[in-house]
């Protein structure tokens, strides 16, 4: 009986032992404290409790360790408890995060230098940090003012919808993606035949005109232009006589501006005309007064 009796009592103490253990293995307590130990002073802990997760650049560093309330500066002092070989460094502050249905936890933004390191039982200042939930129901009242106007869009976009103005604006977009899709068809067939001839001609063009300018480049363009200063050295020389011949007809005092200008001239020329046209007409009506024909030969005019 009693070697019964110890084996029952030896079964219930390690039963108590491996209770004590999981709770504590739980809740995140340790069973033999360190002495790495920080302290943040913060004026709200937003629901932090002890054995909460302490994290640092997202990496969990610790643990809370305890909690307590100064009297005298009205703040709370957070003990934290780090893991061995870790150490906070100067400039480091903390504030409190907590998920949406997690629990808070204590985060730690470190130094910018880390080799300036804090000593075990330095004291850094925290803040709360926001709630995400206290955030959701802040919004909620907004969301509330939202909901009418969002109704009265979800309306509009229902008549918007089945306007069949809309479907037939679909239609006309499809014709206009179709005659797009064969205008492309068309530039490509084009760029594809078109441009490689229009090519091969202005290719062709640029030739000639190359052929054009080396001609063009071996014209004595210098002969040329002299020769042209010639011809209308020529033109003003005739030019200057002619302006000479036009004076001297011009001038009474010439012969040929006698001629042209002397009307005794033009009479005495009309006169002559006139006398000859009487002397060739009584020839034509009397012509043997003038010309004698003999058959056998010529017979002396008598003398008078």
């Not at 209770?19 to 293995?25: D, K, N, P, S």
């Not at 802990?45 to 909690?67: C, F, H, P, R, Y």
């Not at 290719?203 to 040329?224: A, F, P, V």
Request: overall charge neutral.
């Amino acid at each position: 009986m009693k070697s019964k009796e110890i084996k029952i009592a030896i079964i219930a103490i390690i039963a108590v032992v491996i209770v004590y253990l999981g709770i504590i293995f739980l809740k995140g307590l340790k069973l033999f404290s360190t002495d790495n130990v920080y302290y943040v002073e913060m004026a709200n802990v937003g629901g932090l409790a002890k054995s909460a997760e302490v994290t640092a650049s997202g990496m969990n560093i610790g643990q809370v360790k305890d909690i307590t309330y100064n009297a005298a500066s009205q703040m709370l002092t957070v003990a934290v408890e780090l893991k061995e070989g870790m150490s906070l460094t100067k400039g480091s502050h903390a504030n409190i995060t907590k998920e949406l249905l997690g629990a808070p936890k204590l985060n730690i933004v470190l130094g910018t230098n880390p080799s300036a390191t804090l000593a075990k039982g330095d004291t850094i200042f925290g803040e709360a940090g926001s709630d995400l939930m206290a955030a959701a129901g802040n919004m909620i009242p907004q969301i509330e003012q939202m909901m009418p106007k969002l109704d009265s869009i979800l309306t509009a976009l229902s008549a918007l919808t089945s306007d069949p103005a809309l479907m037939q604006s679909l239609h006309n977009l499809e014709d206009i993606t179709s005659n797009l899709k064969t205008t492309t068809t068309d530039i490509n067939s084009m760029l594809g035949k078109d441009i490689p001839q229009l090519m091969t001609k202005a290719n062709n063009i640029c030739g000639n005109l190359e052929t054009t300018t080396s001609k063009l480049n071996r014209i004595d363009i210098e002969g040329i232009a002299n020769n042209a200063n010639n011809t209308l050295n020529s033109a003003n020389k005739t030019m200057n006589e002619l302006q000479l011949f036009t004076g001297k007809l011009n001038n009474p005092n010439s012969s040929l501006g006698k001629l042209l200008n002397d009307a005794s001239v033009y009479n005495n020329l009309d006169a002559t005309m006139e006398n000859a046209s009487k002397l060739l007409e009584d020839m034509r009506e009397h012509p043997s007064r003038y010309v004698h024909f003999s058959v056998f030969g010529k017979k002396d005019k008598p003398q008078e």
